[in-house]
């Protein structure tokens, strides 16, 4: 039995919310002030900053501040977990969709 990757309890809670997911997703595109992001939201700034909190807490981003602005980047290498849990099912997946894809031409040939 193939066990899947070890996960990063901290790493998956953090992108467990849809808003922090979104969050990421922004900052893929670089580096961005708080106010921005949450400009992007139609929740509060407190709920902004708790969000990055956590992301911070987990490493999935980073701050630095720059006068009295913090500007909050992706720490890509912090996702590798999530993409090494997923990869495993992706083999899964490409197992399942290669028997059906042989099963519909065999039935084709019918």
């Not at 998956?12 to 969050?23: D, E, N, V």
């Not at 949450?38 to 490493?59: K, N």
Request: avoid cysteine; hydrophobic fraction near 40%; proline fraction near 5%.
């Amino acid at each position: 039995m193939l066990l899947a990757p070890e996960r990063d309890p901290e790493v998956f809670g953090a992108i467990s919310h849809l808003k922090r997911r979104q969050m990421l997703d922004l900052l893929a595109d670089g580096e961005r002030p708080v106010h921005e992001l949450a400009g992007h939201f139609e929740i509060s700034r407190p709920a902004v900053s708790q969000h990055l909190r956590i992301l911070l807490d987990a490493g999935l981003v980073t701050e630095r501040r720059q006068g009295r602005q913090r500007l909050y980047s992706l720490a890509p290498e912090r996702l590798e977990p999530v993409r090494d849990w997923i990869s495993h099912y992706e083999r899964f997946w490409d197992r399942h969709l290669q028997r059906l894809q042989a099963q519909v031409a065999k039935e084709g040939e019918s």
